[in-house]
Nanobody
């Protein structure tokens, strides 16, 4: 069974930095994409950043030049380095992986439990 375990959320002042981590455990044959989504109160969940199997990345316009997504293939872990944080970045951040658990299976979506990021003075 695949599980995504997130860590690194918390409270930070505007202009500060946080680093989120998401480790994928269990039976994993291959990754298609790994990424981060966020959901603020009263808003829909939105894509923040994604990294594809070949290493290319995609970012929401609101976080470009401030956030960086990276991946450690040996550890099946994806990171989100968040710099110059703003109050509007406050949300629950969810890790997502679109992967194939076994060689004979098709790709499936998996989600982490979410980690709270609060940007406030």
């Amino acid at each position: 069974q695949v599980q995504l375990v997130e860590s690194g959320g918390g409270l930070v002042q505007p202009g500060g930095s946080l680093r989120l981590s998401c480790a994928a455990t269990g039976s994993i044959f291959s990754f298609k994409t790994m990424g981060w989504y966020r959901q603020a109160p009263g808003k829909q969940r939105e894509l923040v950043a994604a990294i594809f199997s070949a290493g290319s990345t995609n970012y929401a316009d609101s976080v470009k030049a401030r956030f960086t997504i990276s991946r450690d293939n040996a550890k099946n872990t994806v990171y989100l380095q968040m710099n110059s944080l703003k109050p509007e970045d406050t949300a629950v951040y969810y890790c997502n992986a679109y992967l194939r658990p076994t060689m004979l299976s098709t790709e499936r979506d998996y989600w982490g439990q979410g980690t709270q990021v609060t940007v406030s003075s």
